[in-house]
Structures are given as structure tokens and as C-alpha cells.
């Protein structure tokens, strides 16, 4: 077993050096800041971020970007997603042997449009990395980190590449599955969070089970009338990075994106929501990228629209579910069917 470099001392880049670690990997975890760095070898603990977890011995926390990468085959990013082009931009100066490249963030970033994988490959040059590598699913660091079962899927062009990640994660509690769908497992974990801010807005303002259904069968069938738009393939949709996914961050109060939601729900602000919960809520971010690419692919997505306006513009969340319920009649069935004919057209 080698060394493994996580970029990412948050709670999921913490959870995925955990299975690293069970795995018989010396795992050498980044972060960008020295005294958290000190406190994670200090206590073997992340408490901020999972808290009550003892760390495995061969996880060694560092702010030495240099040290960290040095003499790895596999480098894992688990940062946010604003913060990817930095990272990269440092990470380059320090990579002196090509590696393989798997990033676990959900996001896409606004005004471009570019997936993570996008915004990698620009940053890093081509001969630096045999392939980048997505790793997305139903998962969630707190019960990653208690070895509780997860499955989750990876994906890369080069589906060999995408198997040598399968191997270096795959355990007893922790299934990896592999999908020849990059675009459609990137879009399907960073969509999918918008959706859960709209879940927990929902549950904020106290509706019950049957708005959460629809509003997550109504936000699949967006997340994959934008996907399908873009070239995914809708079946990805239909699996652990699509629904799975879906399932959980809509469900959960281990969520940051169902907890923020259910405070605006609630009527708080998004500025005073972001500053208590002290810690990235993707779907923010992708939310106003998502209602961008909707307009430029002329996709139709009312939900996220509806979103957006809380978010961006002050709506009332109230008033959103009343201009969503009220929209045009529509048939269940033309949003699948324009799905499918997109599919064979291209």
C-alpha cells in the first residue's frame, strides 16, 4: 500500500482519508490552514468538522502542499468548489510525476459554467495527470467516517483509470461502482443540492411528505432535462449519483444544504444562515450557475428558478410555492419523453 495525498481538511476530504487509511493507505491529509493541521496530529480528532471521530494513525495532517503531494500516485481534491482554481494553481508547482487525479466536490462554477473536472484540466496540464476522476454518490462524511454502509460511484474517460480508483477506495463498508458517464456523475452531484435547499425550505415553512415528494421528483426531472442538454446520459440520473444522491442530501439534517434551506425556510437570511452554519453550502453557488446554464441551454427549470429568487432576489419562500403550484398545466410524461428524444437525436 502507497501513499495517498487528500487536498482537503473539511469533513468529507477527512471521511475519504478515513477509508483510505482502513485500507492500509498512509494517507497524507492537507490543509490550508497550520494550526488546523497541528490540531489533527495533535488530538488524532477533526473536531470541527467530525466531531467525536478518532483518526486513524497513518492520516498526517499538513499546511505543506509540497510534502503532502511529494512521491504520490493518487491525489484526491476534496476542497469547495470555489476554491478548486486555487489549489490547482499551487498544486501544479509542486506535482513532478504524473498521477492520477480524483476529486470528490459538488459544484459548477458560475459565469463559465465548467464542471470541477473542467476547471482541473485547465488549470493542470494535460502531462501532469493520466486522467481526472469524479467520485460522487448517497454519502454522507458523518456515517462514512462510523463506517456505517456507502456505496458511491466514479467515473473518468478512461474507464481503466476510473477501476485503479474503484480498487484504492473499495472495502467491506464502503462500495464503489464505476460509470463511463463523467458529465452526467458531475451534474448529478452538484445539481442535486439545489434541490436540497429547496427540501429544506419546504420542511422549514412546515409542509409535510407529500410536497418533499414532488419536489424532488420534479427537481430529478430538471436536474436531468439539463444534464441530457449538455450531453449526459439520463440513465446516470436514474442511479447512486442521481437520485441516490438526491434522496439523501433531501432527506437528511446532516445536509448543509437541506439545514440551510430549512432556515430560510424558517425566514432567516441567506447572509446570517451562511455566516451560522461556518461552513460551505455548495448549493448556493450552483444554484445561481444552474439558473445561468438553464437560460443559455433553454432548459426549463422552475424549481431552480424558484430557488434562485429566494436566494438571489429576496423572494418570499411562500410566494415561490404559490407561483410554483400555479403554474401552466403540464403532462407528467412530455418531460420523459422530450428526455428520451433528446437522447436519440444526439
Known sequence: MGKVAVLGAGSWGTALAIVLADNGHKVHLWSHREDHASEINRTRSNEKYLKGITLPSSIHASSNMGSVVNGVEHIILVTPTQAIREVCKELVSHVSEKVIITHASKGIEPVTYKRVSEIISEEIPREYYYDIVVLSGPSHAEEVSLKHPTTVTVSAEDLTVAEKVQDLFIN???????????????????????????????????????????????????????????????????????????????????????????????????????????????????????????????????????????????????????????????????????????????
Not at 425550505?201 to 419536489?215: M, P, R, T
Not at 438553464?294 to 430557488?307: E, L, N
Open 172 to 346: 467491506e463498508q464502503f462500495r464503489v461502482y464505476t460509470s463511463p458517464d463523467l458529465v452526467g456523475v458531475e451534474l448529478g452531484g452538484s445539481l442535486k443540492n439545489i434541490i436540497a435547499l429547496g427540501a429544506g425550505i419546504s420542511d422549514g415553512l412546515g409542509f409535510g411528505d407529500n410536497a418533499k415528494a414532488a419536489l424532488i421528483t420534479r427537481g430529478l426531472a430538471e436536474i436531468a432535462r439539463l444534464g441530457t442538454s449538455m450531453g449526459a446520459n439520463p440513465l446516470t440520473f436514474s442511479g447512486l449519483t442521481g437520485i441516490g444522491d438526491l434522496i439523501v442530501t433531501c432527506t437528511s439534517s446532516h445536509s448543509r444544504n437541506w439545514r440551510a434551506g430549512y432556515k430560510l425556510g424558517e425566514g432567516s437570511k441567506l447572509d446570517k444562515v451562511l455566516a451560522e452554519m461556518g461552513m460551505v453550502v455548495e448549493g448556493v453557488r450552483t444554484t445561481k450557475a444552474a439558473h445561468q446554464l438553464s437560460k443559455k441551454q433553454h432548459v426549463d427549470m422552475p424549481i431552480t428558478s424558484g430557488i434562485y429568487q429566494i436566494l438571489f432576489e429576496g423572494a418570499n419562500p411562500r410566494d415561490v410555492v404559490t407561483q410554483l403550484m400555479t403554474r401552466i398545466r403540464r403532462h407528467e410524461m412530455e418531460d420523459l419523453t422530450n428526455i428520451l428524444d433528446d437522447q436519440m437525436n444526439n
